[in-house]
Every structure is written in structure tokens, then in C-alpha cells.
């Protein structure tokens, strides 16, 4: 029986029935594992998991787009965790300037955020994620950074898990910030301007019904700002039952600043 948050039609394939990692993560998902010399087609599977060397793909026979695979390390990202600044914006928001030290991001994703934050070396992140083909994608990614040698000391925690009973099990204030981005539904006049990866993550795990309550946590959890990142003509989150004390603008996208006192 497949986990819960496994979509409906999905498999995992591999060229040679010996592909241990393959078959193991089929067994966790509680999937079914093909062999064969060409991967399934649509009329077999709707979402397809399979591995080329040590990198874990998904693709959607529904969309017209190459398979994804989560790689901290692809040019475009390098580029921007290479020259970014303390007046990135995203980092504004959380607060480093201020003094924020510790960051739970309970809406993990494919983590990139999460990852970014880590690797400015002072700031000791937590974050999680609840889909269980996402947190593979996403745990695959972080093995083989680790395998790379390519960051000794690197201080990202990640949990397979409901971000919301994270949160409420870690006890009241325990982080510096908590950052959420809850998945909200697309609109279809701007899917055309939207990566490949957001895509097949909102059709993959829709969209966030329990965003009060993740707000409610994020809160209680949080010792001085909870920060929500918002598209940039969406309504404040639900739940909040207030305006933001502050807001942090970019081209696309805004950062609601929730302080506590």
C-alpha cells in the first residue's frame, strides 16, 4: 500500500531489476517497481521516479518537460548562493541583520530556501517536509552533497514529517524565525512565468488547506518573527488575523514580517 501523499499512478523503474536503490525506494513509497530497458509509458504509470547513477528523477507523462531531479549544486543556483548578500531580500525578512540565528522552515520543498539559508554558516536551519516523493527528491539532493565532501560542517537539519506537529512538538519559541511558504493554488494567467519545478510540485501536492493552523504553530514556535513569503498580489496568509508589521517587496513575490514582542 502506498504511503499517505503518494499520488495515485506512480512507479519506479530502473533499466536493471539489480538496481538496489530503486527497489528499496519502491518499498518505502509502497509502489510498484518495473523493470525494463525503456521506462513505462503513460498508458502504465502517470508519475515516474527512476535513478540515472546516484540521482534521483520524477517526471509527469502529463507535461511536456524533462524529468526533474533536485541539485543544490546547477549553475543557475550556484550563482545565486555564490554572490549573494545580507540585503537579499529573503534574508532581510528572516532577520540576519538582527540577529537571527536559528530558522525552522517548516514547508520544506524542494529546499532550496532552506539550503541557502544554510550555507551562511551562521545560521543553524531546521526544516521539513511532508510529502513523501518530494522528501526523497530533497533527501536524495542532500546525500550526494554529503558524498561530495563539498560541505563538512553544514548546519541543515531536515525532517520527514508534518511541519505543523514539528512545530508544535519543538515547544514554544525554540527558533529565532520560522519561515513558511505554504503552497497556494495557481492562477492560470501567470502558469506560463512559473519553473518547471513549481509546476509538477503544485500538481503533485497541491495545495495547502491547513495554512491557519501552520501560522497558529509557526507562532508559538517562533522567538522573535514569523516570516510568510507570499505571491505579490495575494491576500495576507489566513490565520495570521493581522496585518503584517512589516513588508518585504521582490518582482514576483513579497515577504509578510510577523514580529513578536
Known amino acids: ?16 531489476e539489480t538496481e538496489s536503490d530503486a527497489r528499496k525506494l519502491a518499498l518505502r513509497l509502497g509502489v510498484p517497481f518495473l523493470v525494463g530497458e525503456d521506462p513505462p509509458g503513460e498508458d502504465r504509470c502517470r508519475w515516474l521516479l527512476f535513478f540515472e547513477e546516484d540521482t534521483l528523477f520524477l517526471h509527469n507523462h502529463e507535461h511536456d518537460f524533462n ?8 549553475s543557475d543556483f550556484q550563482r545565486r548562493w555564490k554572490g549573494i548578500s545580507r540585503n537579499d531580500l529573503l534574508l532581510k525578512a528572516i532577520g540576519v541583520k538582527k540577529g537571527v540565528r536559528t530558522v525552522c522552515d517548516p514547508t520544506c520543498g524542494l529546499g532550496y530556501d532552506a539550503f541557502l ?3 551562511l554558516r551562521d545560521l543553524e536551519v531546521t526544516t521539513c517536509e511532508r510529502n513523501p516523493v518530494v522528501a526523497e527528491l530533497v533527501m536524495n539532493a542532500l546525500l550526494r552533497i554529503k558524498d561530495m565532501g563539498r560541505f563538512e560542517e553544514f ?7 508534518d511541519g505543523i506537529r514539528f512545530l508544535e512538538a519543538a515547544g514554544e519559541r525554540s527558533f529565532d524565525a520560522v519561515y513558511i511558504d505554504p503552497m497556494y493554488p495557481r492562477e492560470d494567467g501567470r502558469s506560463a512565468k512559473q519553473k518547471k519545478e ?16 501552520l501560522f497558529a504553530a ?25 496585518e503584517p508589521d512589516a513588508v518585504i517587496e521582490g518582482k514576483t513575490v513579497r515577504y509578510d514580517i510577523y514580529l513578536r514582542q
Not at 67 to 74: C, F, N, R, S
Not at 198 to 213: C, I, S
Open 67 to 74: 524529468p526533474i531531479a533536485v541539485d543544490y549544486l546547477e
Open 155 to 161: 548546519p541543515l537539519y531536515f525532517h520527514f514529517g
Open 198 to 213: 513549481m509546476l509538477l510540485l503544485r500538481d503533485l501536492v497541491g495545495h495547502d488547506q491547513d495554512a491557519p493552523a
Open 1 to 16: 500500500m502506498a504511503e499517505p501523499g503518494v499520488p495515485a499512478g506512480l512507479v519506479v523503474w530502473a533499466e536493471d
Open 117 to 119: 539559508f544554510a550555507t
Open 218 to 242: 509557526a507562532w508559538r514556535a517562533a522567538r522573535r518573527r514569523v516570516v510568510v513569503k507570499r505571491p505579490d498580489d495575494a491576500e495576507p496568509i489566513v490565520g495570521a488575523g493581522r
